[in-house]
Protein backbone atom coordinates (compact mmCIF):
# COMPACT_ATOMS: atom_id res chain seq x y z
CA UNK A 1 0.00 0.00 0.00
CA UNK A 2 1.56 3.32 -0.90
CA UNK A 3 1.61 6.58 0.95
CA UNK A 4 2.80 9.98 1.50
CA UNK A 5 6.00 10.20 3.66
CA UNK A 6 7.25 13.32 5.29
CA UNK A 7 10.69 13.80 4.22
CA UNK A 8 13.48 16.46 5.27
CA UNK A 9 16.85 16.31 3.24
CA UNK A 10 19.73 18.29 4.19
CA UNK A 11 20.43 21.22 0.71
CA UNK A 12 23.23 23.28 0.43
CA UNK A 13 27.06 23.25 -0.83
CA UNK A 14 30.41 24.77 0.60
CA UNK A 15 28.52 27.80 1.55
CA UNK A 16 26.06 26.49 3.92
CA UNK A 17 22.85 24.87 3.85
CA UNK A 18 19.56 23.72 5.46
CA UNK A 19 17.28 20.91 6.25
CA UNK A 20 14.03 21.00 3.75
CA UNK A 21 10.32 19.60 3.96
CA UNK A 22 9.18 17.64 1.36
CA UNK A 23 6.20 15.27 1.17
CA UNK A 24 6.81 12.65 -1.31
CA UNK A 25 4.94 8.62 -2.52
CA UNK A 26 6.55 5.77 -1.16
CA UNK A 27 4.98 2.57 -2.26
CA UNK A 28 5.47 -0.79 -0.93
CA UNK A 29 9.40 -2.43 -1.22
CA UNK A 30 10.82 0.77 -1.78
CA UNK A 31 14.21 2.03 -0.30
CA UNK A 32 15.22 5.48 0.85
CA UNK A 33 17.21 5.71 -2.43
CA UNK A 34 14.04 5.35 -4.63
CA UNK A 35 12.67 7.89 -2.56
CA UNK A 36 15.43 10.03 -3.21
CA UNK A 37 15.03 9.60 -7.06
CA UNK A 38 11.71 10.30 -7.14
CA UNK A 39 11.86 13.64 -5.50
CA UNK A 40 14.54 14.20 -8.45
CA UNK A 41 11.78 12.97 -10.82
CA UNK A 42 9.09 15.10 -9.40
CA UNK A 43 10.35 18.00 -7.41
CA UNK A 44 13.65 18.55 -6.78
CA UNK A 45 15.50 17.96 -10.26
CA UNK A 46 18.96 19.32 -9.36
CA UNK A 47 18.91 17.01 -6.02
CA UNK A 48 22.44 16.13 -5.61
CA UNK A 49 22.86 12.63 -4.78
CA UNK A 50 25.79 9.82 -5.51
CA UNK A 51 24.73 6.64 -6.30
CA UNK A 52 25.44 3.64 -8.61
CA UNK A 53 24.80 -0.37 -8.24
CA UNK A 54 21.41 -0.05 -6.27
CA UNK A 55 22.68 -3.10 -4.99
CA UNK A 56 24.51 -2.49 -1.80
CA UNK A 57 27.68 -3.47 -4.03
CA UNK A 58 29.08 0.08 -5.22
CA UNK A 59 29.89 1.87 -1.34
CA UNK A 60 28.14 5.14 -3.63
CA UNK A 61 25.02 6.06 -1.64
CA UNK A 62 26.22 6.22 1.80
CA UNK A 63 24.51 9.00 4.15
CA UNK A 64 22.92 9.62 7.18
CA UNK A 65 19.39 8.61 7.76
CA UNK A 66 18.04 9.93 10.96
CA UNK A 67 21.25 10.29 12.38
CA UNK A 68 22.07 6.67 11.68
CA UNK A 69 24.74 6.31 8.73
CA UNK A 70 23.34 4.18 5.85
CA UNK A 71 23.63 2.66 2.35
CA UNK A 72 20.52 4.58 1.01
CA UNK A 73 20.00 1.96 -1.58
CA UNK A 74 20.01 -0.65 1.52
CA UNK A 75 17.26 1.29 3.64
CA UNK A 76 14.10 0.17 3.26
CA UNK A 77 11.12 2.31 3.70
CA UNK A 78 9.28 -0.60 5.78
CA UNK A 79 11.93 -0.13 8.80
CA UNK A 80 10.08 3.34 9.25
CA UNK A 81 6.57 4.28 10.84
CA UNK A 82 4.82 5.70 8.00
CA UNK A 83 3.63 8.65 9.83
CA UNK A 84 7.42 9.88 11.16
CA UNK A 85 9.88 12.28 9.15
CA UNK A 86 12.72 10.64 7.67
CA UNK A 87 15.93 12.90 7.62
CA UNK A 88 18.74 12.69 4.94
CA UNK A 89 21.55 14.07 6.00
CA UNK A 90 25.07 14.07 3.93
CA UNK A 91 27.73 12.01 5.94
CA UNK A 92 29.32 14.63 8.75
CA UNK A 93 32.54 13.44 8.56
CA UNK A 94 33.84 14.76 4.68
CA UNK A 95 33.74 18.10 3.82
CA UNK A 96 30.05 18.94 1.57
CA UNK A 97 30.20 19.29 -2.26
CA UNK A 98 26.68 19.58 -2.47
CA UNK A 99 23.33 17.92 -0.75
CA UNK A 100 24.06 14.98 -0.17
CA UNK A 101 27.12 14.38 -1.43
CA UNK A 102 30.26 14.53 0.18
CA UNK A 103 33.75 14.57 -1.11
CA UNK A 104 35.32 11.33 0.14
CA UNK A 105 39.40 12.21 -1.21
CA UNK A 106 40.44 12.23 2.26
CA UNK A 107 39.78 7.94 1.90
CA UNK A 108 42.03 7.82 -1.08
CA UNK A 109 44.42 9.60 0.27
CA UNK A 110 45.19 7.31 3.60
CA UNK A 111 44.38 4.17 1.31
CA UNK A 112 47.45 5.55 -1.17
CA UNK A 113 49.81 5.27 2.54
CA UNK A 114 49.29 2.35 2.97
CA UNK A 115 52.12 0.18 1.44
CA UNK A 116 50.68 -2.49 -1.10
CA UNK A 117 50.92 -6.20 -0.90
CA UNK A 118 54.71 -7.11 -0.57
CA UNK A 119 55.18 -10.93 -1.64
CA UNK A 120 58.61 -12.69 -1.14
CA UNK A 121 61.14 -11.42 -3.60
CA UNK A 122 61.90 -14.58 -4.96
CA UNK A 123 58.60 -15.33 -5.47
CA UNK A 124 57.53 -14.16 -9.22
CA UNK A 125 53.66 -13.41 -10.04
CA UNK A 126 52.03 -17.11 -11.16
CA UNK A 127 54.27 -18.88 -8.64
CA UNK A 128 52.17 -17.65 -5.16
CA UNK A 129 50.78 -20.53 -3.43
CA UNK A 130 48.33 -20.08 -0.47
CA UNK A 131 46.55 -22.66 1.85
CA UNK A 132 42.70 -21.40 2.15
CA UNK A 133 43.22 -22.19 5.79
CA UNK A 134 46.10 -19.45 5.25
CA UNK A 135 43.82 -16.86 4.00
CA UNK A 136 40.73 -17.87 5.58
CA UNK A 137 41.03 -14.67 8.45
CA UNK A 138 41.96 -11.92 6.08
CA UNK A 139 39.22 -13.13 3.05
CA UNK A 140 36.29 -10.90 5.22
CA UNK A 141 38.09 -8.04 4.96
CA UNK A 142 38.37 -8.40 1.15
CA UNK A 143 34.33 -7.89 1.19
CA UNK A 144 34.76 -4.58 2.15
CA UNK A 145 33.04 -2.08 -0.26
CA UNK A 146 34.48 1.53 0.55
CA UNK A 147 31.14 3.13 1.58
CA UNK A 148 33.56 4.92 4.20
CA UNK A 149 30.39 4.68 6.52
CA UNK A 150 32.76 3.35 9.02
CA UNK A 151 35.03 6.17 9.05
CA UNK A 152 31.98 8.60 8.82
CA UNK A 153 30.72 7.15 12.40
CA UNK A 154 33.93 7.09 14.37
CA UNK A 155 34.68 9.55 16.61
CA UNK A 156 38.24 10.20 16.53
CA UNK A 157 37.75 11.62 13.24
CA UNK A 158 33.81 12.61 13.43
CA UNK A 159 33.87 15.92 14.71
CA UNK A 160 37.74 16.34 15.17
CA UNK A 161 38.97 17.37 11.67
CA UNK A 162 42.66 17.96 13.09
CA UNK A 163 42.71 14.17 13.85
CA UNK A 164 42.60 13.30 10.36
CA UNK A 165 46.13 13.89 9.63
CA UNK A 166 47.06 10.90 12.07
CA UNK A 167 44.28 8.63 11.96
CA UNK A 168 43.72 6.50 9.14
CA UNK A 169 40.52 5.07 10.28
CA UNK A 170 39.04 1.64 10.82
CA UNK A 171 38.37 1.01 6.79
CA UNK A 172 42.39 1.00 6.58
CA UNK A 173 42.98 -0.59 9.71
CA UNK A 174 41.06 -3.63 8.03
CA UNK A 175 43.15 -2.94 4.93
CA UNK A 176 46.56 -3.14 7.02
CA UNK A 177 44.84 -6.21 8.72
CA UNK A 178 44.20 -8.07 5.51
CA UNK A 179 48.12 -7.70 4.51
CA UNK A 180 49.50 -8.20 8.09
CA UNK A 181 47.55 -11.93 7.82
CA UNK A 182 48.10 -12.44 4.08
CA UNK A 183 50.64 -15.45 4.49
CA UNK A 184 52.71 -14.03 1.62
CA UNK A 185 53.36 -10.40 2.31
CA UNK A 186 56.36 -10.18 3.97
CA UNK A 187 56.18 -6.37 5.18
CA UNK A 188 55.78 -5.41 8.43
CA UNK A 189 53.03 -3.10 8.83
CA UNK A 190 52.81 -3.02 12.62
CA UNK A 191 55.47 -0.05 13.93
CA UNK A 192 53.63 2.11 10.91
CA UNK A 193 49.96 1.28 12.11
CA UNK A 194 50.67 2.87 15.35
CA UNK A 195 53.17 5.85 14.15
CA UNK A 196 51.91 6.87 11.43
CA UNK A 197 48.18 4.96 10.88
CA UNK A 198 46.94 6.20 14.60
CA UNK A 199 45.53 2.67 15.93
CA UNK A 200 46.68 4.19 19.25
CA UNK A 201 43.82 6.62 19.08
CA UNK A 202 41.27 4.24 18.85
CA UNK A 203 39.64 2.98 21.85
CA UNK A 204 37.47 0.10 20.72
CA UNK A 205 34.33 1.40 20.79
CA UNK A 206 32.96 -0.60 18.05
CA UNK A 207 30.65 2.22 16.03
CA UNK A 208 32.64 1.72 13.22
CA UNK A 209 31.61 -2.52 13.37
CA UNK A 210 27.85 -1.35 14.09
CA UNK A 211 27.23 0.41 10.87
CA UNK A 212 29.29 -1.61 8.78
CA UNK A 213 26.69 -2.87 5.80
CA UNK A 214 29.24 -5.67 5.26
CA UNK A 215 28.99 -7.06 8.50
CA UNK A 216 32.85 -7.62 8.65
CA UNK A 217 33.88 -7.65 12.80
CA UNK A 218 35.90 -4.49 12.28
CA UNK A 219 36.87 -4.09 15.38
CA UNK A 220 37.17 -7.73 16.77
CA UNK A 221 39.03 -9.67 14.11
CA UNK A 222 40.89 -6.32 12.67
CA UNK A 223 41.70 -4.06 14.82
CA UNK A 224 42.17 -5.77 18.41
CA UNK A 225 44.04 -8.07 16.86
CA UNK A 226 46.54 -5.88 15.05
CA UNK A 227 46.52 -3.94 18.79
CA UNK A 228 47.50 -7.34 20.11
CA UNK A 229 50.15 -7.70 17.71
CA UNK A 230 51.86 -4.01 18.09
CA UNK A 231 51.74 -4.75 21.93
CA UNK A 232 53.84 -7.70 21.78
CA UNK A 233 56.25 -6.06 19.78
CA UNK A 234 56.87 -3.61 21.54
CA UNK A 235 55.73 -4.58 24.87
CA UNK A 236 57.25 -7.83 25.40
CA UNK A 237 60.57 -7.96 27.03
CA UNK A 238 61.52 -10.86 24.39
CA UNK A 239 60.15 -9.20 21.44
CA UNK A 240 61.58 -5.99 22.70
CA UNK A 241 65.59 -7.53 22.84
CA UNK A 242 65.08 -9.44 19.65
CA UNK A 243 64.04 -6.26 17.67
CA UNK A 244 67.00 -4.52 18.75
CA UNK A 245 69.07 -7.53 17.80
CA UNK A 246 67.47 -8.88 14.97
CA UNK A 247 65.00 -5.79 13.24
CA UNK A 248 63.94 -6.07 10.14
FE1 LIG B 1 32.03 0.27 4.47
FE2 LIG B 1 32.44 -1.82 6.11
FE3 LIG B 1 34.26 -1.20 4.26
FE4 LIG B 1 33.90 0.40 6.36
S1 LIG B 1 34.68 -1.71 6.40
S2 LIG B 1 34.15 1.06 4.24
S3 LIG B 1 31.71 0.25 6.71
S4 LIG B 1 32.18 -1.90 3.91
FE1 LIG C 1 36.74 4.29 15.75
FE2 LIG C 1 36.01 1.79 15.34
FE3 LIG C 1 38.01 2.33 16.92
S1 LIG C 1 34.67 3.53 15.60
S2 LIG C 1 37.46 4.28 17.85
S3 LIG C 1 37.94 2.75 14.77
S4 LIG C 1 36.54 0.73 17.17
FE1 LIG D 1 25.70 1.06 -4.70
FE2 LIG D 1 24.05 1.86 -2.77
S1 LIG D 1 24.05 2.49 -4.84
S2 LIG D 1 25.81 0.62 -2.59
Not at 34 to 43: E, G, N, S, V, Y
Not at 52 to 63: M, T
Not at 81 to 98: G, S
Given at each position: MGYEAAFRIWRGDVDGGDLQDYTVEVNEGE????????????????????????????????????????????????????????????????????DLVTDVSFNYAKAREIPSFTPPADLAPGEYRMQQVDVQRSQEFRKCIECFLCQNVCHVVRDHEENKEAFAGPRFFIRLAELEMHPLDVADRRDAAQDEDGLGLCNITKCCTEVCPENIHITDNAIIPMKERVAGRRYDPIVWLGNKLFRR
Open positions: VVLDILHRLQATQTPDLAVRWNCKAGKCGSCSAEVNGRPRLTCMTRMSVFDPNETVTVTPMRTFPIIR
